[in-house]
């Protein structure tokens, strides 16, 4: 169908309606236009969408401009202006069913990555409806997809691990929203977030990790730079209580108790809280020692953990099935045998004493260097 003389009108309407700073775009649209250059058209849309006065005009400029040469267009670039647009629509229902539209006249055999950012970006909005199942359903299929890819624009992993971490988030799942909310981070540039959203995820983050049942490691949350977000705002405490927990400072932690009162879901789990800083200080107090040292007795982990004698055997043994440590309890001797502990993101000051173990161990190398030469005498020299 010819439809090339509507086009000149419908940029001239847009171009006033548009405020004075974005007029000049619609002038380019209608000259690249006619010029068939796609490549540049597609790139001016793409500049447009991203100034934020340009929302009130993209649905518009999507359904009766964009569509109209929409073959033309990368794949990738075509779903990133329908997404912006998609975004501008004040209902959720009425976002997913624009998207399914723009889904629907995909070809997957050619742009299955594509195809995921329109289905976890059209997922995003039925989340929004309680649409829990389907939503389910999409991130199974789309994860199957990316993981037959060796390599993918990372927008579109960006995409896949927010809107996964959002149904986690609604869920209550813990250490699956953590883990996915940490790999939506690895995606993007925190710089670009606007503050109010970085204090939002350093939060849910930091919550997570709290109340994660299988997160026994905050390190890799600790030296992201996320978490500078809530220095000095009403949440610094947590911040402080994330890095008592990495170093099982039982002491810190116990300093930080009363703010749960203003975190329901901390106060709700305070018990679990105080198993897991039991936890962490075993693992802490483990790490410290050297590899030829972790023979530790009952009375010693007791004293690390604040616990009586009694109730160390039991901690060990959950430790043992989390698989945080490996090793074996002599119960007779009352003695626990460790060979192994959970590797760990260190911060710097468990960097610190890393580099205190290896001068101490270099010093022992050098004497016993020093005693065989003595001792060898000529043998050794031979």
């Not at 994660?212 to 809530?230: V, W």
């Not at 590797?343 to 205190?356: A, E, F, H, S, Y």
Request: some cysteine; hydrophobic content about 45%.
């Amino acid at each position: 169908m010819e439809v090339d003389f509507d086009v000149p009108k419908f940029l001239m309407d847009e171009r006033k309606k548009a405020p004075a700073n974005l007029q000049h775009y619609f002038t380019t649209f209608e000259d690249l236009y006619e010029r068939k250059l796609w490549h540049q058209l597609t790139e001016q849309v793409l500049a447009l969408f991203k100034q934020p006065e340009s929302g009130p005009l993209q649905v518009a400029v999507y359904q009766q401009f964009v569509a109209e040469w929409e073959s033309k267009i990368n794949r990738l670039s075509l779903v990133t202006i329908a997404l912006q647009a998609a975004r501008q629509l004040k209902d959720a229902q009425a976002s997913v069913d624009f998207l399914q539209h723009i889904i629907s006249k995909m070809d997957t055999s050619e742009s299955q990555d594509v195809y995921v950012l329109a289905v976890m970006e059209a997922a995003h909005f039925q989340l929004m409806l309680g649409q829990v199942d389907q939503v389910k359903k999409v991130m199974e299929s789309s994860e199957k997809i990316l993981d037959g890819f060796d390599s993918v624009e990372t927008e579109i992993y960006a995409s896949f691990y927010r809107v996964s971490a959002d149904f986690y988030k609604s869920q209550a799942e813990y250490a699956q929203y953590y883990r996915s909310a940490l790999l939506f981070l690895a995606c993007v540039d925190v710089d670009d977030m606007p503050l109010a959203e970085r204090k939002g995820r350093a939060y849910d983050l930091a919550m997570s990790a709290l109340l994660g049942d299988s997160i026994y490691n905050f390190g890799e949350l600790l030296m992201h730079p996320i978490l500078d977000s809530l220095t000095n705002t009403e949440h610094d405490w947590l911040r402080a209580l994330l890095f008592a927990f990495n170093a099982g400072d039982i002491g810190k932690f116990e300093s930080l108790a009363p703010h749960f009162s203003s975190q329901p879901l901390l106060q709700q789990n305070t018990e679990a809280l105080n198993r897991k800083i039991c936890l962490m200080s075993l693992i802490e107090a483990v790490f410290r020692r050297s590899a030829d040292n972790r023979v530790i007795p009952f009375a010693e982990i007791a004293s690390d953990t604040r616990l009586p004698v009694e109730e160390v055997e039991h901690l060990v043994m959950k430790a043992l099935w989390l698989k945080l440590i490996k090793g074996s309890i002599d119960q007779v001797d009352q003695l626990v045998v460790v060979t192994w502990v959970q590797p760990r993101v260190l911060d710097k000051t468990q960097i610190d004493g890393m580099r205190q173990k290896i001068e101490d161990w270099n010093g022992q190398v050098k004497k016993i260097s020093t005693f065989v030469s003595q001792q060898g005498g000529e043998v050794f020299a031979q």
